[in-house]
């Protein structure tokens, strides 16, 4: 399930960054999802858990989604186990750069 989740997490962020290119659609702000993807790699559902407060920041990590899917198939290991995943992420959107310390 691990290895699902990373590939689907790289997924997304592939096309996130090529979306927005380093330049969130406006503003700051911090998005919650839940995901729901069935074992072909279907995207099933997409729920905002918490909201930025900023509609186009919403509306850019639920499109971010969107144009990743389909997402690659389960193994067939977890396809057995279960037929759908629900994913958590946070999407972070900032206008500068995040220096570490």
């Known amino acids: 399930m691990v290895q699902t989740q990373q590939r689907w997490r790289g997924r997304v962020e592939q096309v996130g960054n090529a979306l927005y290119r ?5 503003g700051d702000g911090d ?19 918490q909201s930025s407060g900023i509609a186009s ?8 989604v969107v144009l990743a899917a389909p997402f690659p198939p389960f193994s067939a ?9 629900e994913i958590i ?3 972070q959107f900032r206008t500068q750069a995040v220096s570490s310390p």
């Open 77 to 85: 290991s977890l396809a057995q186990q279960t037929a759908r995943l």
């Open 89 to 91: 992420r946070t999407w």
């Open 57 to 64: 920041l919403d509306q850019a990590a639920q499109d971010t």
């Open 31 to 49: 998005v919650r999802l839940l995901v729901t993807v069935l074992a072909d790699g279907t995207l099933e559902q997409i729920r905002v858990l």
């Open 22 to 26: 380093g330049e969130p659609p406006a």
